[in-house]
């Protein structure tokens, strides 16, 4: 078709010669020596991979003829050793990266890659999927290379073997026919039903569109990335009616007739040598300027755009998601590098998991993601493996049991890990096997695969890390290490213990309300009680004694209002209340020994080289040495259970003991008086362990979050802490001194300020209606009413003393009280004369 189109638009016509080679490299070497001795071609097209492009290329250079090569893969030496060499088919490397992202998008954490035995596969595919899957934290269990001539029985065997593995998530690179035999083999197994995953990558998915019915109904579910190209313009348009019309007269049997990536490349690739020979007809001996013609080209053609960078087409980034089901497939969107899942070749809206990409109709018709994982069909109990250890008999304990030939395990952590076994949505059947040894020994048996799990109070360390994988779910709040010390009694010698019984709250919401308090009284009282007058200053005075003397002495006798005297009763409850607990808590200050930490933080034991101590067989040793840089000479770890420890601080053998925080607590349960918590809660945490990659861990995880949200760990912990009773005598409080808050008096003092307020409004209401008159008030009235009652320097007062100097000139008492306030334009005034 290029080169018809070609003639029609330069009337320049080209010759092609076709040799059929079906992927095989030999045969293409034969057929590319016989186009050039005998056919005597200008330029060779066609070879589909790596094993054929090296072997004909060799060929092109020793005979001057340019060799198009169609393979994705292409050493970047090849184009340096063979200058005849060009490469046209972009890359398809990244495609890896979509295949990591379309695991981790669903949460697999393992996967079987099965790949045809060649060396594009090997150097090509291989590393790019062993770094990218890494890069995602999947882990690849099984790598098998498929040789291109397998046979069917060879087939059966190695799918059966990996159908007794738990891992069902595969990911194919392999040629089509090897694709389609792969896949009706595991048909026949029943490999394509639900939990399995299969998906494929270009090298098949390319081609799906050519499949029959038949071939289609053996890949049901299959989920594929597929090289993309810009379906839209008139030309594509144009030449898919023209190819779907030809092709369909010339291959009468095929049904499918729409042309894929391989054939638009095909066109393109012609088009472009046409358009280069057709410019240089007397090329130079050695081609060179026919070679540069070509690596000059920018323009777009049918499989998309096309240029060179350094003498190859630049890597496709972007890739098609399609999942096969009925007889044919659908195209779910997008994946690129640069944005991720999309269901438009823009990615105006993406996201990092593929569920933006709509439903998808997995092996068996099924809707429901799948695990990625099933239990294999010849399952073995896993085995976990339980520390046998003196010292962590609360977490993990073991016992023979000799009538049934058997070890028996219990604990805080086996109890934990059987209710969240029990969660699990399947069965899943252990036997737990005692190991003694070190934890880093165990773990390095799980890592080694002896053991499917580790489970006890297993600290969670980088080192560690690298080999097994843990629960995310910790086993005790976050900590992973403490300082435990010696207690001492604590001095009561100190300048400020007086307000120590109380806190600054309490201090300052006592002061406060007794301030409001002494504040009401004095508006009550102030007509009646003279020391109450005077100037501003004064009054204040007044007012601050008023509100502390009451403390200390009962003043009913001087009080006139029954208002003030039931503000005062409620105000006098509080304060003896208040008093005596001020004096208890201080008592007890005073009288009873308080305990201290003998050491308060590891810098002190650094500097003064103290002898410190922890377990063996455990992790804390290289972490004292490593991380908090304690000199490896002054730290004992020869210590196999709490009475050592307990002895050894006792016995001033060492200054403090480092404790994991779970083995710390179970030490202070049992020695609960003369031992307490000093310094820092080092980071950390503690899980159980599993082997790298393992698919239950997932599930393991999700079903501790459910256990630890009944809160059944908490029952567990509660229950086996509480069985550690106290083995000491009562030396002492071993609490810090404990200042009283406001909280503990809330409800006392909302009743005090409740009554004071009550008095004080009653009060104002009663006092701002005139004796004798029914005056109607209005809002602002009384408020103007309320604010002169509660003033320090009021208008009666002044009225009082001018009062003194006019009463000596004027007899008429109504005289009097006009000049005194005449000056007052605010106020109305009604006076009434009465004897005397």
């Not at 498929?146 to 392999?174: A, W, Y």
């Not at 304060?575 to 933080?601: C, E, G, H, W």
């Not at 106290?726 to 008096?745: M, Q």
Request: glycine share 6%; net charge neutral.
């Amino acid at each position: 078709m290029a080169i018809d189109d070609f003639f029609t638009q330069t009337n320049k016509s080209l010759v092609l010669r076709v040799e059929s080679s079906p992927n095989d490299p030999l045969q293409a070497t034969l057929a590319a020596r016989n186009l050039m001795d005998v056919q005597h071609v200008e330029v060779i097209l066609g070879p589909q991979t790596w094993e054929e492009v090296s072997l004909v290329a060799e060929l092109g250079e020793r005979s001057h003829i340019p060799i198009l090569s169609f393979s994705d893969f292409t050493p970047t030496w090849a184009t340096e050793r063979w200058s005849f060499l060009l490469q046209f088919s972009p890359s398809q490397s990244i495609q890896i990266k979509a295949l990591a992202a379309i695991v981790s998008s669903w949460g697999w954490r393992r996967v079987n890659v099965i790949y045809e035995d060649m060396d594009s596969s090997v150097y090509g595919i291989t590393p790019h999927l062993l770094d990218a899957f890494q890069k995602s934290g999947v882990e690849i269990g099984h790598l098998v290379p498929l040789p291109r001539f397998v046979s069917g029985i060879s087939l059966m065997e190695i799918l059966g073997n990996l159908k007794t593995d738990q891992c069902r998530v595969f990911v194919i690179h392999t040629s089509l026919p090897l694709s389609i035999r792969l896949f009706e083999v595991a048909k026949k197994m029943d490999m394509m039903t639900t939990d399995y995953v299969w998906i494929t990558t270009t090298s098949t998915t390319s081609l799906v569109h050519s499949l029959n019915s038949s071939v289609m109904s053996s890949m049901q579910g299959v989920i594929g990335v597929n090289s993309y190209f810009p379906e839209m313009g008139p030309s594509y348009h144009d030449f898919y009616d023209r190819f779907y019309n030809k092709f369909g007269l010339e291959h009468v049997e095929e049904k499918n007739h729409e042309p894929g990536i391989y054939a638009l490349r095909a066109y393109d690739a012609t088009w472009i040598l046409a358009q280069a020979m057709n410019m240089d007809r007397n090329k130079d001996r050695d081609n060179q300027g026919f070679i540069d013609r070509i690596f000059s080209t920018n323009s777009d053609g049918l499989s998309g755009k096309i240029h060179f960078v350094e003498k190859k087409p630049p890597p496709s980034h972007l890739f098609q998601i399609i999942n096969i089901h009925g007889r044919s497939y659908k195209e779910l969107g997008y994946w690129s590098e640069s944005f991720g899942f999309s269901r438009s070749v823009d990615g105006r809206v993406n996201s990092s998991s593929m569920n933006i990409l709509g439903t998808v109709i997995w092996p068996g018709g099924s809707h429901s993601i799948p695990k990625g994982w099933s239990l294999p069909t010849s399952f073995k109990p896993w085995r976990i493996a339980v520390p046998n250890t003196t010292l962590f008999k609360l977490f993990e304990t073991i016992s023979y049991d000799p009538f049934q030939n058997k070890y028996r395990v219990s604990g805080l952590s086996v109890d934990l890990f059987k209710a969240a076994v029990d969660r699990l949505p399947y069965y899943f059947p252990c036997d737990y096997v005692p190991f003694t040894g070190t934890f880093d020994a165990l773990l390095e048996q799980v890592h080694l695969k002896n053991f499917d799990a580790a489970i006890g109070l297993i600290a969670i360390t980088s080192k560690r890390y690298e080999k097994v994988d843990f629960t995310q779910t910790g086993l005790t709040e976050a900590g992973l290490l403490v300082m435990v010390v010696p207690v001492q009694i604590q001095s009561s010698n100190q300048a400020w213990l007086f307000v120590k019984p109380f806190t600054k709250a309490m201090w300052l919401l006592t002061a406060g309300i007794n301030l409001y308090n002494g504040f009401v009284v004095w508006v009550i009282e102030r007509d009646h009680i003279p020391e109450f007058k005077g100037s501003g200053l004064s009054q204040v005075g007044s007012l601050i004694w008023l509100s502390f003397s009451t403390l200390f002495s009962l003043r009913g006798a001087q009080l006139h209002n029954d208002l003030s005297r039931m503000a005062v009763v409620v105000w006098l409850f509080m304060a003896l209340v208040v008093m005596q607990t001020y004096t208890a808590n201080l008592t007890s200050m005073l009288t009873v020994p308080r305990l201290k930490p003998t050491i308060t933080d590891i810098e002190t034991l650094k500097y003064s080289r103290a002898m410190i101590g922890c377990t063996g067989q455990t992790f804390v040793p290289l972490y004292l040495s490593d991380v908090l840089q304690f000199n490896p000479s002054n730290i004992k770890a020869n210590y196999t259970s709490l009475d050592e420890i307990a002895r050894a601080l006792n016995t001033k053998e060492i200054e403090a003991a480092f404790l994991q925080s779970p083995l710390a607590k179970q030490f202070l349960a049992r020695y609960c008086k003369s031992f307490t918590l000093a310094g820092p809660t080092f980071a950390g945490g503690y899980g159980f362990a599993f082997q790298k990659g393992s698919p239950v861990l997932p599930d393991i995880n999700t079903a501790l979050i459910q256990v630890i949200e009944t809160g059944k760990f908490q029952e567990l912990e509660n229950s086996l802490i509480s069985a550690e009773m106290c083995v000491e005598g009562n030396t002492g409080s071993k609490d810090d001194d404990i200042s009283i808050s406001a909280n503990s008096f809330q409800g006392l003092f909302m009743i005090t300020v409740g009554a004071s307020t009550i008095s004080l409004l009653i009060h104002l209401i009663t006092s701002c209606k005139l004796s004798g008159w029914m005056v109607k008030f209005s809002k602002s009235e009384w408020l103007a009413c309320i604010r002169r009652r509660s003033q320090f320097w009021s208008r009666e007062d002044k009225a009082s003393r001018v009062s003194d100097s006019v009463e000596e000139n004027s007899k008429d008492l109504a005289i009097q009280v006009g000049v005194l306030l005449s000056g007052s334009k605010d106020v109305n005034v009604s006076i009434k004369c009465v004897n005397n």
